[in-house]
């Protein structure tokens, strides 16, 4: 758990990957010249954004954490914490909101999806930095759009632990769009999440993963 002041990390693996049609998490890719599961690709800018990077599994999911860290191995500059949610089979609320709990005492959470191997450090840095600055609510924005990952400071607290069903913190977002603070970039790896096989080209890029 994160010390009182810290912004802390949550990525959601919960998933069971129905349309993708196997385990896309441990799916192969390539980016910038290294295979690596999926997932593990996703991970690693959290890695050098955070001291520590809670991410949230279904039950029964021991292979893939030892997978993921085996691909990971000595290039991992940070911990991970495996956090199991029990409920994952009720929707990506029920992942979201055990994540919050785990860390309930940090000053706040960056959310982010274990399936976008394609997000950059600066977008994730970039939003951990606005909520340090003072933002109630930021996310990475290109050519009008909001992306991933999402940040909430602490006074969303009790409404993320009350989450139900699979659209995650999406209403929250809708109900104070005002209050959100964009941080522009206009690397499109903000919105390139991996449901089927097919999109997994968009995820095949030569840009610098370690870019601030």
Known sequence: MPDSGE??????AAGASRRFGSDKLLHPVTRHGVALPLAAHSLLPWLYAFRQVTVVVRPG???FCKAIEAA???????????EVCEDAAEGM????????????????????LADMPAVPLAAI?????????GAGLAVPACDGRRGHPVGFVAHYREELLGLQGDVGARRL?????SRVMHIETNDDGIFADIDVPDDLQC???SRDLIMA
């Not at 609320?93 to 982010?112: P, Q």
């Not at 977002?173 to 769009?177: F, K, Y």
């Open 125 to 133: 840095a970039g939003v951990r930095n606005a909520l340090l600055g």
């Open 93 to 112: 609320a029920a992942s979201l909101a055990r994540g919050v709990y785990a860390n309930r005492e940090a000053a706040g959470w960056l959310i982010g």
């Open 72 to 82: 990971l191995g000595v290039t991992r500059p940070a911990a991970i914490c495996w």
């Open 7 to 12: 912004i802390a990390a949550v990525v959601l």
């Open 173 to 177: 977002l809708e109900r104070d769009g």
């Open 203 to 205: 995820v095949q890029t």
């Open 61 to 63: 999911a021991d292979t």
